[in-house]
């Protein structure tokens, strides 16, 4: 005689060795090139713990400007670039280096200088006059010249003053290709001013004696964006991984996580809307793939009903209905609900909610096996006890 147990036990048996297997056990970790900025203001000391608390995934900054974090993931030595320049970003989208772009949250730039201010620039609201009055004075000015999103901001707001600062720089202009942080330091130890990021100006600015003077105008808007990089460019991007990464941090929850990030009481950054809808889009599609499986499982039990007037009566008949029928319906309508999402985020570079590159993930393998098991278990024995009419 056949024995149906045996059977379940032996699919249950393999996907169990399956998801046990060493491909599975390997340590989870990406390497994100990011904006010094993003660094040095302390949000990812903040941050990454509580996404590796989450997800069991490490993340490996590599901070650098954003010129530079670009440059690194054109040579495919990191899964994920976290910046802040749109020309540069858009220019790395138009090389087929990054998949999409996503808005994270964004902060200012502020012009720093003295507190005795040289330059008599405090309190203006047009920073391209600023900047022009800076130069007219020749009063030290540090860039940070290594082409990071802050650098090419200060280029722009150079050129807003109709000056091409690389022909007409004097020894006032001191360009030191460095981060944020030690270009701070520069300004303060040699009396400068500097373009900051307001992120880490504020963890900075009780550490010496700078302080902002200009600030407020709309063209020191600064936005960071998050970007996984091509997996078709470079086939060792860890891309479920990245794309895991960059969910979080425009979900719900991590755009929580960096709205509660505070420096000495004060917010370095704010969220970017990024969609009309008061619930994510993902979320929205769940509630429409509920509401059709209960529509799909109330038309089923009608037609069981007509079908089977006697057998309805049968509890055992009910229970197989209620936990063969009911989860087969759930993971069909959720299932394509998924797929469906899937295959646009996929055409348009959003992040994806499952790996279906892999057939054998294994929480696809448990579900089938638990499923395929109890069906052939509660179907058999209902057969065996059911009353012959």
């Given amino acids: 005689m056949f024995d149906h147990r045996a059977l379940i036990g032996a699919i249950i048996l393999v996907a169990v060795t399956i998801v046990a297997s060493p ?17 040095d203001s302390g949000l990812f000391d903040y941050l990454l713990p509580i996404f590796k608390q989450k997800t069991g995934i490490i993340v490996k900054v590599l901070g650098r400007g954003t010129g530079q974090a670009l440059d690194t993931a054109r040579r495919g030595e990191a899964d994920v670039v976290f910046v802040h320049s749109k020309s540069a970003e858009e220019k790395f989208l138009a090389e087929g280096e990054g998949v999409k772009r996503f808005p994270v949250m964004y902060n200012d730039f502020v012009l720093i200088g003295p507190k005795d201010d040289p330059a008599g620039i405090k309190g203006m609201k047009d920073v391209a006059k600023a900047f022009q009055t800076i130069k007219e004075k020749q009063a030290c000015f540090v860039s940070r010249g290594d082409h990071s999103g802050t650098h090419v901001k200060e280029l722009d707001l150079w050129q807003a003053t109709d000056a091409d600062i690389e022909k007409d720089r004097g020894p006032w202009y001191k360009s030191i290709g460095q981060g944020m942080g030690a270009t701070l330091n520069f300004a303060n130890a040699n009396n400068c001013y500097v373009l900051s990021d307001r992120g880490t100006w504020i963890r900075f600015k009780n550490g010496g004696d700078l302080q902002a003077l200009v600030e407020g105008d709309k063209r020191l808007f600064n936005e960071y964006d998050v970007m996984l990089v091509n997996p078709a460019k470079h086939p060792d991007v860890k891309k479920e991984l990245g794309q895991q990464f960059i969910y979080w941090l425009i979900s719900p929850d991590g755009q929580k996580a960096i709205a509660n990030y505070k420096i000495e009481g004060e917010q370095p950054f704010y ?28 038309v089923l039990w009608y037609v069981v009903k007509k079908a089977f007037p006697d057998d309805v009566k049968d509890f055992q008949f009910f229970l197989t209905f209620i936990i063969v029928a009911v989860p087969f319906v759930m993971l069909v309508c959720f299932g394509l609900a998924v797929i469906s999402y899937d295959v646009i985020a996929g055409r348009s570079g959003w992040p994806l909610v499952l790996p279906l590159e892999s057939l054998l993930w294994p929480p696809f393998v448990g579900v089938a096996a638990f499923y395929i098991g109890q069906t052939m278990w509660l179907w058999w024995d209902w057969r065996k006890l059911r009353i012959p009419r």
């Fill in 271 to 298: 969220l970017t809307d990024r969609s009309r809808l008061p619930i994510d889009e993902i979320e929205l599609i769940y509630l429409l793939a509920l509401v059709v499986a209960i529509a799909t499982v109330s």
């Fill in 23 to 39: 491909a599975y056990a390997q340590e989870k970790s990406i390497v994100v090139a990011s904006t010094t900025s993003a660094q």
